[in-house]
């Protein structure tokens, strides 16, 4: 019995190194990327998008049985995301992706946030200014309306009217709250 107990902690204790060199930053506390205007794909069809009011909050790409598979979710500049958003994203974005893509079969999905996305990337946060935000930082959940985000932190007005800032290399977790009681 002793030995079993062993070699579990063991094997949990190997797969924790494993995993936490695969995925340091997830295993340091730290869960916000900052990696979405690295992307190629990024490079290429954000200028686009930006021409028509859009600005690209996530992107994806995966290859299965020779079809590629690309996902955009998009933001606009100005109003509420809709399905006519979505479609003109396709419009301009697929001729692209097809000409990048030229020797595989492409597949394009548009989608929009959600209204209780969780925040991945540093980049999003500029995408969400003017909304209410829930952020873990250190211990402590912090609930108010995103007002700035800059290169180091973002700024958010609490329930008090008063304002914090928060550093990225503190946020563990970060999601758009969405309050239903407002909207009636």
Known sequence: ????????????QINTVFWSRLFGSFFNGIMIRNELKDKELYKQLA???LNIGMKIIEISEYEKDGRCTIRLVIQ????NTTIKDCTSVHKIAF???????NSR???LEVSTPGIQRP?????????FIGKDVRILSGEDWVDGLLLLADE???TIKKAEDEEQDIL???IKRAKLVYNWEDKK
């Open 95 to 101: 001729p692209r992706l097809e000409l990048l893509r």
């Open 47 to 49: 200028p686009l998008l």
């Open 1 to 12: 019995m002793t030995n079993i107990a062993l070699i579990v902690i063991n094997r949990y």
């Open 168 to 170: 990225y290399n503190t």
């Open 105 to 107: 079969d492409v597949y």
């Open 152 to 154: 180091q932190k973002i």
């Open 76 to 79: 606009s500049q100005n109003d």
């Open 119 to 127: 925040i991945k990337d540093v980049g999003e946060f500029n995408a």
